[in-house]
């Protein structure tokens, strides 16, 4: 299982981007999907969870900003990021867990994005 990021760039503040990850291979199932992101020195940090029911949550830093959403007829997951700040500047990184068959589940990661935001 493989799962391909897109759609990072550089943006000035109160902008918009749109991230999208593709996953392939042997899927039976996806259940979560999440974005994280990454800046230099410091751990990574989930910005947002989507369920298989579409049921999602964020973090309290990008409320009312960013929405998660999906395509489970393309194993598709995306974040559509407004009102971007500075503080947004962070290599972002798409995971699921993914069922490989009905009895076993695994978390993949994808390949990160920069999203560079300016004031």
């Known amino acids: 299982v493989q799962l391909q990021a897109s759609g990072g760039g550089s943006v000035q503040a109160g902008g918009s981007l749109r991230l999208s990850c593709a996953a392939s291979?042997?899927?039976?199932?996806?259940?979560?999907m999440y974005w994280y992101r990454q800046t230099p020195g410091k751990e990574r940090e989930l910005v947002a969870r989507?369920?298989?029911?579409?049921?999602?949550i964020y973090a309290d830093s990008v409320k009312g900003r960013f929405t998660i959403s999906r395509d489970n007829a393309k194993n598709l997951v995306y974040l559509q990021m407004d009102s971007l700040k500075p503080e947004d500047t962070a290599v972002y990184y798409c995971?699921?867990?993914?069922?490989?068959?009905?009895?076993?589940?695994?978390?993949?990661w994808g390949q990160g994005t920069q999203v560079t935001v300016s004031s």
């Open positions: 291979g042997d899927i039976f199932k996806i259940n979560d």
């Open positions: 995971n699921a867990d993914v069922m490989v068959n009905r009895n076993y589940a695994f978390n993949y």
């Open positions: 989507i369920t298989g029911g579409a049921t999602s």
